[in-house]
């Protein structure tokens, strides 16, 4: 099960990766992913996963594209 602390880090996970967060969720995420390795490898997980995509952009259609980052989206934020 996981802690109080991975549900808040994992549904602010890809604004994080985005470079979109603040610079306190920042510290706080840095932070707490250097003390959990399930969260960490989420992260590594998803870092590449949105890295992926970065380099389908240019091939995809809008269409496509927008809901590949709605269900990213969700899966960002939908972790209980």
Do not use: Y
């Not at 992260?43 to 995509?53: F, G, K, M, W």
């Amino acid at each position: 099960m996981f802690s109080l602390r991975c549900w808040w880090v994992r549904r602010r996970l890809q604004p994080f990766l985005d470079g979109e967060a603040s610079p306190r969720v920042v510290t706080l995420i840095t932070s707490h992913l250097k003390t959990c390795i399930r969260c960490e490898f989420d992260a590594a997980t998803l870092s590449r996963v949105i890295e992926q995509l970065r380099q389908l952009r240019s091939d995809m259609d809008p269409a496509t594209l927008a809901t590949l980052d709605a269900a990213v989206r969700r899966l960002t934020t939908d972790v209980q």
